[in-house]
């Protein structure tokens, strides 16, 4: 099936794009006398606010920094709309595609296009599994799951709550790294289920990380739990933020931490409120510099060892990588995000923000 889509989408692009597939016999990967163009896709605006107001404005920083041409778009979840954007930039003559895929299967077609066609390709954030792929670069993701657990369970103890009943709303089944995160909170709070010290609730995956449907989830979680549910474990903050407006509604926000990832405005004003317990801030700026000196090495047809490797379950592969150090963040050190320049005071202590922001020490 997949190969049948794969050869159909290559006929395509050589009768409407005019270009030759591996017509390179320099052994370089075919990079080295063309310019450097970077292709980067990103997936959505949605799941996460990251996407738009983070990864875009880094990349561009480093880009621009490098002085190399580029080119990002994104596929507002739509897996079509991803595969046409790559035939795009391939026809345009990127050098490097970076993608942020939506599923693996889809992920893994245009990588493999991109392959054919002599383009460098990166896995960026997301690993495409059984890809093809010559980087990734993200963050430890089981760290990441490993300080959602062990943020839920500080915030369970100051709270007192004996025997708390713990729900999850877990990311998209389609994104690795949502299996990832699980592997990581699952090792924190699954020894505490087994010992009969917390109570496991409901657990749902939300697909592709949806807001509004999570917060469908959450009313449903709650309703089969009798409204007795002492914790969330949620994904990234999009999902926390869903839980706490279905807890506002039940007057129970603030009384029940809920977790969450990416550091936004909202889930970092969450925590000064005090209805979300924690975040895990990625130093996303860190993370696009090091794709970008990635893509620009290749695209010179250059290699760079990265020294250390991920290995993709399903190709069996051991992809080069570079995996950067996630941070847990509570309302003491909100001000450490603002600090590094991922988001502004002016953006988390606006309005009513501003004496809780005070309160937190954001000068
Ligand atoms: C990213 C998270 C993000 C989520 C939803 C994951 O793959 O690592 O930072 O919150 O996707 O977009």
């Known amino acids: 099936m997949r190969k049948g889509i794969l050869t159909i989408a290559a006929v ?18 075919g990079a080295a ?3 450097p163009k970077i292709g980067v896709i990103l997936p959505d605006s949605k799941s996460s606010a990251r996407w738009e107001t983070a990864d875009r404005r880094f990349l561009e920083e480093a880009f621009k920094a490098a002085g190399v041409q580029y080119d990002i778009q994104n596929a507002q979840n739509d897996k079509t709309a991803f595969q046409t954007i790559a035939d795009q930039m391939i026809t345009s003559g990127v050098t490097a595609l970076m993608i ?9 077609a245009v990588l493999d296009k991109a392959k054919s066609q002599g383009v460098a390709t990166i896995d960026y954030d997301r690993l495409t599994l059984g890809g093809s792929a010559q980087y990734y670069v993200s963050f430890d993701n089981e760290t990441v799951g490993k ?5 839920l369970s500080k915030c369970l103890t100051d709270k007192g709550v004996k025997n708390p009943v713990v729900s999850y709303l877990n990311g998209s089944p389609t994104d690795n790294n949502a299996t990832l995160f699980k592997a990581g909170y699952d090792s924190v709070l699954k020894p505490k289920f087994d010992s009969k010290e917390y109570v496991k609730g409901p657990e749902d995956a939300v697909p592709a990380w949806d807001n509004a449907q999570a917060a469908t989830i959450f009313e449903q979680q709650l309703t089969k739990a009798n409204g007795k549910i002492d914790g969330v474990l949620a994904a990234n903050d999009g999902l926390g933020n869903a839980a706490i407006s279905i807890l506002k509604k039940n007057k129970l926000n603030g009384k029940v931490p809920v977790t969450g990832q990416d550091a936004s405005t909202e889930g970092l004003q969450n925590i000064l409120v005090g209805d979300q317990c924690m975040t895990v801030y990625k130093a996303v700026r860190e993370e696009a510099k090091a794709a970008s000196d990635l893509a620009i090495a290749l695209a010179k047809g ?3 060892d990265t020294g250390q490797t991920v290995k993709d379950p399903e190709g069996g592969r051991d992809v080069p990588s570079v995996l950067l150090t996630p941070k847990a963040i509570y309302k003491e050190n909100v001000k450490d995000v603002i600090a590094d320049g991922y988001v502004t005071k ?15 020490g954001i000068s």
């Not at 005019?18 to 370089?28: E, I, P, Q, R, V």
């Not at 942020?100 to 893994?108: A, E, F, H, I, R």
């Not at 300080?147 to 943020?151: C, M, S």
């Not at 002016?346 to 937190?360: F, H, M, R, S, T």
């Open 147 to 151: 300080l959602q657990g062990e943020g």
């Open 346 to 360: 002016e953006e988390v202590c606006a309005g009513a923000y501003a004496k809780l922001c005070a309160d937190a």
């Open 100 to 108: 942020v895929n939506l599923d693996s299967g889809t992920g893994k």
């Open 12 to 29: 395509g692009l050589l009768t409407t794009g005019g270009l030759t597939a591996c017509s390179d016999d320099s052994g370089d990967g």
């Open 302 to 304: 250059e290699k760079k």
């Open 33 to 35: 006398a063309k310019t």
